[in-house]
């Protein structure tokens, strides 16, 4: 990694922040920090006009505007315990007239918690949130703090796509009467879409989307609106699918990794009917935040794919057909990579919940 102190600096709130160059293959890129001082955040998302909202998993929503955050009113209460909190924001495409936002959380359940979806209108000043509805949440969730999965993803017809992960209990993942370990869709109220693949079938949630999911952590459009998610593996195997309904995605019956033990986890790494990943990692980076480049800035990484590593600090760039790692983008900032996205304006943020930051990759002109 090329480390270079570019002179600028800009203040963020009390935060002064230096922009660093890190090297591409592609060349030199600049990084700028937006908000640091950040404690577990989760996500990022942006709003229109300027400013974003950050998640912390403690249960802070952050709006950040003119590098300043303001502390939001109004969150959902959170089961903040393992790997549970507040987890996802998503500012719909509609959010200039609905001024609503979407969380999914570990919403508490008894003694232990499930992963929930719920929207509320922001208000004007951004201080709050108001009408509060719970759209969906994975009844039964367990008590485990593991395996929350938890990105929300509107597609493109508006219906909502949320990723659940098997919550530490791999017997449930192929029983199509549970919520672990699948993806699940819904409309933007809450109801059951009518052409889920599962809709009518006895002893089926008509939510599901997709079975067979350990963890999907990441979860993100292409320019075609096609759904791709990374997952977490156990010791390997960790994978990015593309996703379409009805499908089944293996897990556990197939993985290319280890039980932590070093046992063999299932019955190997195919089987018919049965999901192969785009691509999968051993060993295991664990994947975070994914996102599909646009190409705006960068046009030859135009339709890439970029994935944050919680273990090995950095992000990875997978390109090509058959998809191919071809590429870890690597620094200071990039030290346990939560989320990734892309910004209106075709600069890549990312969160590094090792920094407790929020930053901005642009060209370095």
Known sequence: MLRVVICAIAALGAFAVQADVLQTRDGNVRVDAMITGLDTPWAVDFLPGGGFLVTERE?????????????????????????G???????????????????????????????????????????ALSDLRILFEAADGGGTGRHFGSRVVEGRDGRLFVTIGDRGNDDLVQ?????????????????????NPFVGEANVRPEIW???????????LDAQGRLWISEHGARGGDEINLIDGGLNYGWPVISYGRHY???????????????QPEHYWDPSIAPSGLMVYSGRLWPEWRGDIFVGSLKFDHISRLEGTPLREAEQISGPETERVRDIVEAPD???????????AVYRISPAS
Do not use: M
């Open 85 to 127: 909190g507040l987890l996802d924001v998503t500012v719909p495409r509609d959010f200039a007239t609905s001024r609503e936002i979407l969380l999914t959380f570990a919403k508490p359940q008894g003694r232990g918690a499930g992963t929930a979806l719920a929207s509320a209108r922001l208000t004007g000043d951004g201080t």
């Open 261 to 275: 033990s070093g046992g063999k986890i299932g019955e190997g790494t195919a089987k018919p009917g049965l999901e």
């Open 175 to 195: 029983n199509l009467g549970t919520y672990n370990g699948k993806i699940v869709r819904i409309n933007r109220d809450g109801s059951v879409p009518s052409d």
């Open 59 to 83: 249960g802070a929503l952050l709006h950040v505007r003119d590098g300043r955050a303001t502390r939001v009113d109004g969150v959902p209460p959170v089961r903040a315990s393992g790997q």
């Open 210 to 220: 997709s079975l067979g999911h350990r963890n999907p952590q990441g979860a993100g």
């Open 346 to 356: 075709g600069t890549i943020w990312f969160i590094s919940v090792g920094q407790g």
